[in-house]
Every structure is written in structure tokens, then in C-alpha cells.
């Protein structure tokens, strides 16, 4: 019995002690939509308990190793206790009544997190090896960056035109797969204004590990001024359109643009800011000018020369463009070195 | 004796030959067919097929098979093949569960280290952020061999030792159909070479879980991940097949269920799963396969078809199949603690029945791992209850062992370290997963490396280290020496803190965003430390296992000579000679008392006619 005491004491200790350590550092990513919250609750609560459970059972463990270790000499064996009903229904039957608790309360959290609201921005997602498009079809924009008005509950429709990707912001919290074929659905309030990044999680090939999307949260009235910003009705049709312009709409939405800034910036791969024209180095330690035939050949068959400093992830995928489609990307590409 | 007395050699060569002749099948029906000749998928989808079976012929595992067809008499052959050494009898088919086990043991030993070595190179990649040297495609290619690798490196693991020990725990002189026993072996050889090759003909870049529709588009090894695939699991529906039948009819007299060893308890529950779920991993992967070969758009969307039909099927036996990993090595636990608590095992029959919980209630949770993928969202709700109901008998496990432990005379010897480092990791992977069955939480741990983390620990908790403990345990029994004791304590103490470093580290990681199946991440995540922990880790971990095979060859040549009984068990392998003779109980055994009635004076567990004869 002076055994027992001793060992639970020691378990409320440990559980305290890990509750406090798990609670110093910073476990999950900064919290950044009314959703997480349940999520973030229901972690902390599990936590607890995990703590608890994992006390309960280490200390105990380790008490005996220290203390009911055989003396030396000794060839004895133990006490002979076969087992005990009234004990091994209590330990069935409360961590029953607890898992229940927290199925019950997981429950109600999901029906919260999935509540539909009247006001929802509808924004369409399309996954695709490898990038994401946005669509917002009550305003008739399509954008390659998520813009999110902040507190305004969002609806996302997920579908993806080949694999299966999964559409995940981790400062949101919640993910959901866009599979091709259908309609998936998930919805998220944003509550903290700034800059995040869509992380697709589902394995989808080559490149999945880069297969990100900017994401802004901005205060509402913004998001109302970069809608109205962006391009607002049905695209012109592409021979109305000069090679350049075809070139930027093609970077859109052949989602290059997913991957190369226009602004200088590096993203997964080099800007194309003044990339025509400019002394790139490759990999294998040669430099070579970027003209035409550099560019051409760097959109259809990337892995033959590898920029320095960059991985070889760029999508092998691009031999579907049609001549014209190339040249209009080409052209494109020049313009940016003007 | 040349070598092609050697049964393995012929079976080789007879694989080689079958894979020509089913690619040349192919061939030849495209030619009469009127289209071109050479198609790739078709070819080495029959190629592998048929080299299987001709490797199962050659090898002559079907031998007794064709000559009960011709009506001529198969006596069994006790011992090792007449005119030639000894060993030659672990190369080819040999009806003796105890070599039958060795083979398991060994093959499975080759498979971890395959999937180790792999696991060793993609984590030197992701020590860093950016890419080092791996190809993207290469890399997803190596996820995918290590996850299935690893895999059947545990099933096997789990044949070797339920092969070798349950007829020797339940008093049996073998399994109940020996034949049927080297067959399911052999089957695996020939489909691992598969399963290997399939790295080399464009890897497949889709990680074990085979989701369509990228594996409709993967390359060509995909196609052979499928046809190994298929060909493990017929070997293990029916190795599960043999020990249910073992288990249920061949038990000693006055052995009833409940004065098993509780071992065949855990092998029982495992073996009704993989009797029964197998089938749906197989129907699924053979799906896809036709899609690819013949157009058949079942889970094509264009056609028809449903992408996350796929996933029931996958799931309904690839969720059991973790208790199928787990179940025996949480057998080996409650097997080897009693004796070295010098306790009985406490609650014996509620250990036993929750193994048989635990089997069951896994049939009903397999939607747990669609949470994110699109099928109706109501769904979610009755399978996160399922899934919550699995921690009861799980935690009646774990009450029951502090139970056995406390109070006890225990000593620490290196099997009982590791089960106690067994019980530390399954802790820790037990506790990770209710997160992830609770549908709101697994939103956010779905694909990251919490969950990488969470099922590692419940993999090396329920299976490696358990199973590791009883090598180490039975290793005097196999081989009649000790192990070496201080190079075990070193393996058990550089192994259990790495993993439990490599653990954490990995649910931290992901925790902060860190991705599941990514070849390179995002260094703004702030992980960079972690993932550095964790690859450290696990070379350390690698080296420990080195340790491990270093001192269990070395001593099974070299080591001391084992005393018959040196742990003082009172289980009946111990109380015959070591190494075990070729006949287990040549004077049969007669169960008298409980299995686990330490403490009790004067109480015995067997009767061997002659037992204790040479002490
Ligand atoms: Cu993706
Ligand atoms: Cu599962």
C-alpha cells in the first residue's frame, strides 16, 4: 500500500510536469481561423489526458524497475496473484466512458466546424500536379493566389483535373482532398490577417512537395478593392490576344506561376524578372545566356539544365503546349526583361 | 551434390524461364491479333505471374501435390535430406515447422534490412531543407519500397515465429498441414524478387497506399508492386489458414482455450484477420491493374469509375492488418513478462479475450483514414466511435501488464529490457492515435508527420521490439548458445532512446506542417533542428539492429552453451533439450496445471513423460 501512494503521488507530479513542459513550447502553427479553434480545444484537451494515461503507466512502470527489482541471491518468486475482476472492469470500463465522452464531444465540434452560414464566399478550387487555381464565380474572377476576406465564412469547392491532392493551409487547421471526378467541400472563417501558403498533402507525384499556393487573409474592404483589381468578366479569347498577353494567361493557368514569380521574388523556382537575356548558372557548373532556344528548351525538357541553386522539380509535364502556346509563354517571358 | 539439388536454384531458374515464356505469350497473342508486338505491361504483368508459379513448380514445393495426383504414396521425410549436409534443407522445400520458421525468420531479417537501408538513404535527404541527392521520382519510388518492404518484413517476421513456436507452445509435432506450410513459404520468395525488381523497371512514385488515380498513371514497377502484392497475401491467407487449424485441433491433451500460452492467443486473433481481410488488398490492387491493362475504369472518373471506392477496399484490410502486425507481438509481451516478474500473468483471460476484441472492433474502423477524402460526411461520426472503442482492449493490455510487473522479483536481462522498451514505444504509440480517430483533430494530423510518427511507434512497439525480446528469449532454444549479454544491453540502449527521439521528433515536426511523402520542405516551418533529430535517430537505430545480427550470428557459433532452461520458464519448449531435437515431444505432454502459475508451490505447467531425464 506504501508502494501505491508513493507511485500515484509521483503520477500527478509527472502529469503536471508534462502538462507544464508541452505547454512552454509552441506545439502548433500560429492559429489563424474560427474552425482551428475546436481543433486547437480538442488537441489541448487530448493532451491532458494523454498525459495522464502516459504517467499513470510509465510511473508505475518505473517504480517497479527501481523498487521490486530481485535481491540479489534471492531465487524465490513472486507473490502469486492471478488477476483481479472488480479491477479489470474498472479499467474497461472508464477509459470506455471517457473515449465515448470524446466521441460525443469530436462529434459536436464537426457538426460546428461544418455549420453552413447564408453569407459564405463561394471560392472553386482545382488542384492539379502541380499547383492550385481559385476560382470565385460570384464575382467571375480566377486567380493562381487565394485572396480571403478576413471573418467571413468561406466555402471551398475542391476538385482536382487529374490525382488526388489535398488542400491544406495549416494555420487554418483543417484539410480536405480535392479528388477528380467530384465535388469535395470544407469550410473555413480566416481571423488573422496575412500571408500563408496552401500545402497540398496528398501525395500526387513528381512534384508534390512543392505544390504550394499563396494564400493572403486581408481586412475586408481590401479583398473588395484586389477584386475588383482583378480581370472581372470572360477572358477575351486567346486570338484577340497579343502573344505576350497569351503568354501571361497561359503562366496563369498552366499554374508556372504557382511556382515562378514575376516580381523578382524566389519562390520553388527562379523569378522570371529579367530572366531573358541574363547569364545563367547551371548546375553542373557551365553558364549559358538565356535566349529563345534556352527558354524553350527549359519549359519542355527541364531536367537537362538544371538552374544552380534550384531543384530539378519543375514539372517534365509541359510537351502538351501547342507551338503557338510555347511562343506566346516565350514571349511572354522576353517581355519580363524589358 | 551439384546445385541444382538445391531447391531454391531450380526454383530461380524455372522463374527466370516461366517470366520469358509469359512475356512471350504475351507477345504472340499481340501478334496474332494483329497489333504490335511489344507492349510493355501486359508483357511483364503475365511475365511476373508466370514466373511465380514456375518458381513455386521448380522449387518443388508441389511435388507431393502432383504425386497424390498420381496416386503415389508421400511419406513425410523427417530431418535433414538424405546424402547431403544438413543445411542444404533450409534451400529448399523441407516439411519441418522449425525450419520452415528459420526460413521466414531469415528472409524477413534480409526484407528489414532492404527497407532500413532505404529508409537510411531518404532520411540522409531530409536532414536538411532543399534537395541533396535524391530525385523527386526516386524518392517517392523509396517511400513506397520501404513502407511495403517493412511490411512484409513484418508479416513474415510474425510467420517465423508462429511457425516455429506455437506447435512447440501448444505441444503439437508440427503445423496441421506441413505441405500447405513450406508452400506459403516459398510463395514469398519468388514475389519479393518481384516486389524488388519493381524498383528498377520506373519505381512507382505513389507510396504504399497505391491511391488511384495516381497509381493508374504510375510507371511500369507499379504493375509489379501489384502482382507481389498478390502473391504475399495468398502466402499469408494461407499460412493464417494452417495456424488456425494448428491452434484449434492440435493442441496437447488437457489444453483447453484458456491454458494456452497466451502467444497462440495473439497469433489466433491475428490470423482470423489475415484469413479473412487479405482479400480485399488484393481485389483492390488487381482492380487497378486492370484498369491499367484492359481499360476497366473503375476507379476512373471519366468512365465512371470512383476514386474513393478505392480506399474502402484498400482500408478494409489495411487498417486490420496493423492489429495483424501488432497482436503477436503483444503475445510475445504478456509471453516473455510473467517470467521475468516471476508473476503470473494478471487477468490471463482478459489479455486473451481483448486480443480477440482488438481483432474485431479492427474490422470496423477502416474509414478512420478517410476523414479527408470526400465520402459523405456523415460517415465520419459512427467510424470515429469505432475507432475510439479499439483503446479499451488496448488499454486493458496496458493495465494488465503494470499489473503482472508490479509487486514482482524482476530481473533484466536483455529480452526483458526490451519488452519493457516495448511497453515505453506502444505507449507512446498507442496514446498518438485517439487524436487521430477523433474526426476534428485528424483534420488537422491527417498526412503529416505526426501521423509518420504515431504509427512507427505502434509498429516498433507492438512488433520490433517485441519481436527483437523474443530473439533474443528464444535464441538459446534455437540454437542451444546465449546471445552475448553486453552487446544486447548495448543494443537495447542505444535503440530505445533513438526511438523515442525519432518518434517525438516526428509528431513535432508535424505538428508544425511538416508533410507526410515529401522528398524536400518548407525551412519556414522552423523544423529544421527536428528533422535533423529524427534522421540521427534513425542511423542510430539502423546501427543498434547491426549490433544486434552481429551478436546473434556470432553467438550462435560461438556463444556460450545454453543450460536447457535459462530463464526458468515454465512453458514446454523450455523443457526439452536445446537446440530442439528434430522430434518436439517424442514422448507426448499432458498440460497439468496453468501456464503462468509463478509463485505457486509445486505447481506445473506440462507433463513430459520424461521430462527433466537429462538434468
Ligand atoms: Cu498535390
Ligand atoms: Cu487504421
Redesign the pocket.
Given at each position: 500500500m506504501k508502494h501505491f501512494v508513493i507511485a500515484s503521488v509521483l503520477v500527478i507530479v509527472v502529469t503536471v510536469l508534462i502538462i507544464l513542459g508541452l505547454g512552454s513550447i509552441d506545439l502548433v502553427p500560429n492559429l489563424a481561423s474560427a474552425e482551428g479553434e475546436y481543433v486547437d480545444l480538442m488537441f489541448r484537451a487530448q493532451l491532458y489526458v494523454i498525459s495522464f494515461i502516459f504517467a499513470l503507466i510509465i510511473v508505475f512502470i518505473l517504480y517497479s524497475v527501481v523498487v521490486f527489482r530481485r535481491k540479489p541471491g534471492d531465487t524465490s518468486d513472486g507473490p502469486h496473484i492471478r488477476g483481479n475482476t472488480t479491477l479489470e472492469i474498472t479499467w474497461t470500463v472508464i477509459p470506455l466512458i471517457v473515449v465515448m465522452g470524446f466521441g460525443v464531444w469530436g462529434a459536436l465540434h464537426l457538426s460546428e466546424i461544418t455549420a453552413q452560414e447564408p453569407n459564405e464566399l463561394v471560392v472553386e478550387v482545382t488542384?492539379f500536379?502541380?499547383g492550385w487555381r481559385f476560382e470565385y464565380p460570384d464575382y467571375g474572377v480566377n486567380s493562381s493566389e487565394l485572396y480571403l476576406p478576413r471573418d467571413r465564412k468561406v466555402l471551398f469547392r475542391l476538385t482536382s483535373t487529374d490525382v488526388i491532392?489535398?488542400f491544406w493551409i495549416p494555420e487554418f487547421r483543417i484539410k480536405q482532398d480535392a479528388v477528380p471526378g467530384l465535388w469535395t467541400e470544407l469550410r473555413v472563417t480566416p481571423t488573422q490577417p496575412g500571408d500563408y501558403r496552401v500545402r497540398?498533402a496528398?501525395l500526387?507525384g513528381y512534384a508534390?512537395s512543392a505544390?504550394y499556393a499563396p494564400v493572403v487573409v486581408v481586412e475586408p474592404d481590401e479583398f473588395q478593392a484586389w477584386l475588383e483589381g482583378q480581370e472581372v468578366g470572360t477572358p477575351t479569347p486567346p486570338e484577340d490576344l497579343t502573344p505576350v498577353e497569351r503568354g501571361a494567361q497561359l503562366a496563369e493557368q498552366q499554374g508556372c506561376l504557382s511556382c515562378h514569380s514575376i516580381d523578382g521574388s524566389t519562390q520553388v523556382g527562379p523569378t522570371w524578372l529579367g530572366l531573358y537575356g541574363s547569364e545563367r548558372p547551371l548546375e553542373d557548373g557551365s553558364t549559358v545566356v538565356a535566349d529563345e532556344e534556352y527558354l524553350r528548351t527549359a519549359i519542355l525538357d527541364p531536367g537537362s539544365q538544371v538552374v544552380q541553386g534550384f531543384p530539378n522539380i519543375m514539372p517534365p509535364a509541359y510537351t502538351f503546349l501547342s507551338d503557338e502556346e510555347l511562343a506566346a509563354l516565350v514571349a511572354y517571358l522576353e517581355s519580363l526583361s524589358d | 551434390m551439384t546445385v541444382l539439388s538445391l531447391g531454391i536454384v531450380r526454383g530461380l531458374a524455372a522463374q527466370i524461364v516461366g517470366t520469358a515464356l509469359g512475356m512471350g505469350l504475351v507477345v504472340l497473342v499481340r501478334v496474332l491479333m494483329g497489333l504490335h508486338a511489344w507492349e510493355a505491361e501486359p508483357a511483364t504483368v503475365v511475365g511476373a505471374m508466370l514466373g511465380t508459379i514456375f518458381f513455386m513448380i521448380g522449387v518443388g514445393s508441389m511435388n507431393d501435390w502432383f504425386r497424390w495426383a498420381r496416386g503415389e504414396a508421400t511419406p513425410i521425410h523427417h530431418g535433414p535430406p538424405e546424402g547431403r549436409p544438413s543445411w542444404t534443407r533450409y534451400f529448399g522445400v523441407d516439411y519441418s515447422h522449425k525450419v520452415i520458421g528459420i526460413q521466414y525468420g531469415v528472409t524477413a531479417i534480409l526484407l528489414l534490412l532492404t527497407g532500413g537501408a532505404l529508409a537510411s538513404i531518404f532520411r540522409v535527404e531530409l536532414a536538411e531543407a532543399g534537395r541533396q541527392f535524391l530525385d523527386p521520382a526516386v524518392f517517392n519510388t523509396m517511400i513506397g519500397m520501404h513502407g511495403w518492404g517493412m511490411i512484409i518484413s513484418i508479416l513474415l517476421g510474425i510467420a517465423a515465429f508462429a511457425n516455429y513456436l506455437i506447435p512447440l507452445l501448444i505441444g503439437a509435432s508440427d503445423m496441421a498441414f506441413p505441405r500447405l506450410n513450406s508452400w506459403a513459404f516459398w510463395l514469398n520468395v519468388p514475389a519479393a524478387l518481384v516486389f524488388l525488381t519493381s524498383m528498377f523497371v520506373g519505381g512507382w512514385d505513389t507510396g504504399w497506399t497505391a491511391y488511384p488515380p495516381l497509381s493508374a498513371r504510375a510507371p511500369l514497377g507499379m504493375q509489379l508492386y501489384f502482382v507481389a502484392v498478390f502473391f504475399f497475401g495468398i502466402s499469408s491467407i494461407v499460412g493464417a489458414l494452417n495456424l488456425i487449424a494448428t491452434i484449434l485441433l492440435l493442441r496437447a491433451p488437457g489444453m483447453s482455450l484458456f491454458r494456452m500460452p497466451i502467444f497462440a492467443w495473439g497469433v489466433l486473433a491475428t490470423s482470423i484477420i489475415a484469413l479473412t481481410a487479405t482479400q480485399l488488398i488484393a481485389l483492390s490492387f488487381i482492380m487497378v491493374m486492370m484498369q491499367r491493362l484492359l481499360g476497366m475504369g473503375f476507379f476512373d472518373p471519366a468512365q465512371g469509375g470512383n476514386p474513393i471506392l478505392f480506399q474502402h477496399l484498400f482500408w478494409f484490410y489495411s487498417h486490420p492488418a496493423v492489429y495483424i502486425f501488432v497482436l503477436p507481438g503483444l503475445g510475445v509481451i504478456s509471453e516473455i513478462l510473467p517470467v521475468f516478474c516471476r508473476k503470473p500473468l494478471f487477468g490471463y483471460k482478459w489479455v486473451a479475450l481483448s486480443s480477440i476484441a482488438i481483432a474485431l472492433a479492427g474490422f470496423l474502423v477502416w474509414a478512420h483514414h478517410m476523414f479527408t477524402s470526400g465520402m459523405a460526411s456523415f460517415l465520419r461520426v459512427p467510424f470515429m466511435f469505432s475507432t475510439l472503442l479499439v483503446a479499451v482492449p488496448t488499454g486493458v493490455k496496458f493495465f494488465s501488464w503494470v499489473a503482472t510487473i508490479w509487486g514482482g522479483k524482476l530481473t533484466f536481462p536483455t529480452p526483458m529490457l526490451f519488452v519493457l522498451g516495448a511497453l515505453s514505444v506502444f505507449l507512446i504509440g498507442g496514446l498518438s492515435g485517439p487524436p487521430n480517430g477523433i474526426v476534428t483533430t485528424d483534420l488537422f494530423l491527417h498526412d503529416t508527420y505526426w501521423i509518420v510518427g504515431h504509427f512507427h511507434a505502434t509498429m516498433f512497439g507492438g512488433f520490433v521490439f517485441p519481436f527483437f525480446a523474443a530473439m533474443y528469449y528464444w535464441f538459446p532454444k534455437l540454437t542451444g548458445r546465449m546471445y552475448n549479454e553486453r552487446l544486447g544491453q548495448l543494443h537495447f540502449w542505444l535503440m530505445t532512446p533513438a526511438f523515442w527521439i525519432q518518434s517525438l521528433g516526428q509528431m513535432r515536426v508535424g505538428l508544425l506542417g511538416m508533410r507526410r511523402r515529401i522528398v524536400d520542405y518548407d525551412p519556414a516551418l522552423g523544423i529544421e533542428g527536428g528533422q535533423l533529430a529524427v534522421t540521427i535517430a534513425g542511423l542510430v537505430i539502423g546501427l543498434s539492429v547491426l549490433i544486434m545480427l552481429v551478436n546473434l550470428v556470432y553467438s550462435a557459433r560461438r556463444g556460450r552453451v545454453a543450460e536447457r532452461n535459462p530463464w526458468n520458464s515454465r512453458s514446454p519448449e523450455w523443457q526439452i533439450p536445446s537446440p530442439v531435437p528434430e522430434v518436439n515431444y517424442p514422448d507426448g505432454l499432458q498440460v497439468i496445471g496453468e501456464p503462468y502459475d509463478y509463485g505457486l508451490p509445486d505447481s506445473r505447467y506440462v507433463n513430459l513423460q520424461v521430462a527433466a531425464a537429462g538434468e
Open positions: 488542384g500536379q502541380f491532392h489535398s497540398c496528398e500526387c508534390h505544390m | -
